[in-house]
């Protein structure tokens, strides 16, 4: 099970996911890839800025 940090960005809406650990699999995969579940590990929320793509 791979482990993600899910951010959200309340003046905006918008969410993002990012890669914080990869699981055993991943790890010895060549490419990294994971067939396995996807758990949220972390869970932040930004509540005082917009996100990174509406800052542009």
Known sequence: M???EKT???LC???FRRLVTYC???RNDPFH???GVQTTKRVVV?????CP???F
């Open 2 to 4: 791979c482990g993600f």
């Open 8 to 10: 959200t960005y309340t």
């Open 13 to 15: 809406g918008h969410s």
């Open 24 to 26: 055993h699999f991943a």
């Open 33 to 35: 890839q994971c067939f």
């Open 46 to 50: 930004v509540t005082d800025q917009k």
């Open 53 to 55: 793509e509406c800052l």
